[in-house]
């Protein structure tokens, strides 16, 4: 069974960055063969979770939704199962708890990857606090 485990979240000053990690395993050569998407997701107190970027397997796509363009960074070691976000500018307003999950689901609209109902498989999250 496919597990993802996030790790690098921490706290920092506004204008600070973090690099999150998301280390993913349990894939089958099937899952290799057909692709995946990893995306990023972000939980606020009180908030629904909603997507931050996505990256495909298949071809090194990347999306970004919401405050994460121009800020955030994805990319992937594929080789390494690894995908990774690179988070810059920080604001208060990007505290929450950061999730990556996967889905094998291949969509024409790419913003359906920015939906958290379309992915099978969820890490634990990694918690992000921006404040002063």
């Known amino acids: 069974e496919v597990q993802l485990v996030e790790s690098g979240g921490g706290s920092v000053q506004p204008g600070g960055s973090l690099r999150l990690s998301c280390a993913a395993s349990?894939?089958?050569?099937?899952?290799?063969?057909?692709?995946?998407?990893i995306g990023w997701f972000r939980q606020a107190p009180g908030k629904e979770r909603e997507g931050i970027s996505a990256?495909?397997?298949?071809?090194?796509?990347?999306w970004f939704w919401n405050s994460a363009k121009d800020r955030f960074t994805i990319s992937m070691k594929s080789d390494e199962d690894m995908v990774y976000l690179q988070m810059n500018s920080l604001t208060p307003e990007d505290t929450g708890l950061y999730y990556c999950?996967?889905?094998?689901?291949?969509?024409?609209?790419?913003?359906?990857?920015?939906?958290?109902?379309?992915?099978?498989?969820w890490g634990q999250g990694t918690q992000v606090t921006v404040s002063s």
């Open positions: 349990g894939f089958s050569p099937d899952d290799y063969s057909l692709g995946y998407v």
């Open positions: 999950a996967a889905t094998h689901k291949v969509f024409l609209n790419e913003n359906f990857y920015a939906s958290a109902r379309d992915y099978e498989y």
């Open positions: 990256i495909s397997s298949r071809d090194g796509s990347t």
